[in-house]
């Protein structure tokens, strides 16, 4: 491609260059010699500037009835679905993944611009009787100001929207750092809602390296809000660079998610679903089944199923309708994941299937790994616990529910696990014992909706859940508010602690 799209940052509704002039370039992972992009490489000046134009904006959008922004958020909805085909090709140009599941993300999209513009109707407060005679009280929700969005490049439209509707909706103004490997989406989230009618600089879009520009937004007084995903290495980091200005900071971070297969299962589904959930989205999600826990008495043949479906898979270039599983997202991360596949056999796990790069042909241009699979892992090898974020599944047996549950919490991370059984006990008593955010029965680690709290335990996050009714509390204040109509000072008043 001879003249590259050149995508500036996106400040009070005005395309503009980094102070810097600094620039940089995005490849197609499938294919180095398609240039997706020239992005800004911002710093702490351009944040100053976006962070300013955010803050300029508020007054004015935080005090349009809520009601007025959910609709503007509606009409976001229908634009995106109209260009859901043009969206879901930019995304898997930018990212990789194969255009169905690029579709998913753009649909995940969507259902959050309806669910959070349906929420400008709702917003719920709580009123509650007082302790006193003529006296009336309630606590409302409050936008917190200018908000910071630090994304990562798997989901880069999904995220970006769970993240910044509910935002908006509550009445904040924005400012994002989308991953500097699938910025494109922000861009295109971001037109579909300044199309529906979202005043400039309400959202503002600074691009750049995570120490450059992302780091200058989590420490920007007048951000009093981080929403992040990312790797836990990173969000530790924001977390510690809040805490010092003891700003609100949400974290989604990483996973080893285990899925649990008793003798019971349906085999059947089993296979389906730990192929699409270790192997979809080229392992790279945060909910990807990572460990299969197995009862040793089925292990084998499920293993055997499993293969024979990993090595069939469609490897290839995401924009060919056929392909099922597409490259990963750039050269370190394939690097860092072959790096895995030898430890995994220095540390005396039996590679079964897969473990080398993929060059040939159309693929000697892009970052394609095989669907590797291990057997023979014990839970304190470091492939069994460290997030890998590729498409390497780790087969662990054991010998009883019991051991199951406890080598699937037996790891730092806590975000999305499942069991397959036909035992409701068995899956009763898992679904309450898995240290995990999300759980799953009869289902693989992947599939959450928009509609329900998202968000892990342990490494994985800090308590907050985005998505679901949970989300306003990420992104608005509660103020309580006490109406005295007694026309007196009532005694018990001066009783009351607070
Ligand atoms: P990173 O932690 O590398 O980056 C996440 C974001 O943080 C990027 O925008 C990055 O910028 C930015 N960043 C990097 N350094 C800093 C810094 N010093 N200050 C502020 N921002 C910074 O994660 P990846 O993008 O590689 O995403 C993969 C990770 O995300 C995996 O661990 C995965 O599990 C996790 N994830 C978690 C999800 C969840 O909901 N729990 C969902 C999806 C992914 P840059 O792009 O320039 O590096």
């Known amino acids: 491609m001879s003249n590259p799209r050149i995508f500036q940052n996106l400040i009070g509704g005005t395309f503009l ?50 009601p007025r922004r959910g609709e503007i958020l509606l009409r976001a909805a229908t634009i995106l679905e109209a260009r859901k085909e043009r969206y879901s090709h930019d995304l898997t140009r930018e990212m990789g993944k194969p255009l169905f599941e690029a579709g998913g993300d753009i649909v995940e ?15 719920h407060g709580v009123t ?14 409050q936008p917190l100001g200018v908000v910071g969005l630090i994304t990562p490049w798997n989901f880069p439209m999904a995220i970006a929207s769970w993240k910044m509707l509910p935002a908006l909706v509550a009445g904040n103004t924005v400012v994002i750092k989308p991953g500097e490997d699938a910025a494109v989406s922000t861009y295109n989230l971001v037109e579909a809602l300044m199309e529906a009618g979202l005043p400039p600089g309400v959202v503002n879009i600074v691009t750049g390296y995570g120490p450059g520009a992302g780091q200058p937004l989590v420490e920007h007084p ?27 900071v949400s974290l989604e971070m990483g996973g080893k998610n285990p899925l649990i297969v008793m003798p019971d299962a349906d085999m059947d589904l089993v296979m389906q679903g730990v192929v699409w959930a270790a192997f979809g989205t080229t392992g790279q999600r945060c909910t990807a089944t990572s460990r299969l826990i197995v009862h040793k008495d089925v292990a084998e043949p499920l293993v055997a199923r499993i293969i024979e479906r990993a090595q069939h898979l469609r490897v290839g270039n995401g924009l060919h309708p056929a392909t099922e599983m597409g490259p990963l997202v ?66 662990i047996e054991v010998a009883s529910l019991e051991e199951a549950i406890a080598v699937a919490n037996d790891v730092a991370y806590g975000l999305s696990a499942s069991i397959y059984t036909r035992d409701i006990n ?24 928009i509609h329900l709290p998202f968000g892990g335990v342990k490494a994985t996050g800090n308590g907050h859940r985005e998505a679901g009714p949970t989300m306003l509390d990420v992104f608005s204040e509660w103020k309580s508010v006490y109406v005295d109509f007694s026309g007196s000072l009532q005694r018990a008043q001066i009783d009351n602690v607070g």
Not at 335 to 349: K, N, S
């Open 222 to 248: 007048d951000v009093p809000l981080i929403s992040f995903t990312g790797s836990t290495t990173t969000g530790r980091l924001v977390y510690e660079l809040g805490a010092r200005q003891i700003k609100r």
């Open 109 to 123: 999209a969507i259902g959050m611009a309806q669910y959070a513009g349906g929420e400008g109707r709702r917003m």
């Open 330 to 395: 750039n050269e370190k991360q394939m690097q860092r994941v072959l790096g895995y596949i030898e430890l995994g056999q220095q540390e005396g796990a039996t590679l079964r299937c897969g473990g080398g790069r993929m060059s040939e042909g159309d693929l000697a241009h892009g970052w394609f790994v095989q669907p590797t699979v291990f057997t023979g892992v014990t839970p304190q090898m470091r492939i069994a616990r460290e997030e890998i974020f590729g498409p390497v599944l780790s087969v």
């Open 128 to 141: 509650t009787p007082s302790e006193m005679p003529n006296k009336f009280q309630m606590s409302i929700r």
């Open 17 to 66: 260059p980094s102070r810097s002039g600094q620039t940089f370039e995005r490849r197609n992972p499938a294919d180095t010699r398609d240039i997706v992009g020239v992005f800004q490489e911002s710093n702490a000046e351009d944040v100053d500037v976006a962070v300013a134009a955010a803050k300029a904006a508020f007054p004015t959008w935080s005090q349009i009835p809520a």
């Open 426 to 449: 068995a899956a009763y008593r898992a679904m309450l014992a898995l240290q995990a955010g999300i759980v799953y029965i009869n289902a693989p680690t992947i599939g959450a909706e």
